[in-house]
């Protein structure tokens, strides 16, 4: 599996929307200007991520998006699927598979148990715990 720039970017655009102080709006241009991200490509991103409850935005010239929900209920899975689609490796392990071998295969064992280890892994994982590292990060003693 492979988190394209869709997942990646979108993961880092909200991740800069959480560090705001909450409640602040905020534009794709001003995202785009500290993420070097193209003003473009967010505004495709923020649209699955808006019909997915992530985002919420509002128009004019105070405009802008704030995320949509409480940052301890977006996971970076919910980002993921919204972004990138199912996160399965391999048809077979979705529920409504028609592998006519899905009952005797040997392999599926396996795709199935990666697939529900990177779905709790990443289904763990909060916007808000992004925030906690980040602001650890930054009181961090580095050595070398």
């Known amino acids: 599996m492979r988190i394209s720039t869709k997942g990646r970017y979108s993961l880092e655009a909200l991740l800069y929307m959480a560090l705001l102080p909450q409640g602040e709006y905020t534009s794709t241009r001003s995202i785009a200007e500290k993420t070097g991200i ?51 490796l391999v048809a077979c392990v979705n529920d409504n598979s028609t592998c006519p071998y899905k009952e005797t295969c040997i392999s599926i064992l396996t795709w199935s148990e990666l697939y529900h280890e990177i779905t709790e892994c990443v289904d763990a994982i909060s916007l808000g715990n992004l925030v906690e590292a980040y602001y650890a990060m930054d009181k961090m003693e580095y050595a070398i």
Do not use: C, N, W
């Not at 997915?52 to 995320?67: E, F, N, S, W």
């Open 38 to 88: 193209s003003d473009g490509y967010l505004e495709q991103l923020f649209i699955p991520l808006r019909k997915a409850g992530i985002v919420q935005g509002i128009r004019g010239p105070q405009g802008g998006y704030l995320p949509g929900r409480p940052l301890e209920e977006i996971t970076v899975g919910d980002v993921l699927r919204a972004v990138e689609g199912p996160l399965e």
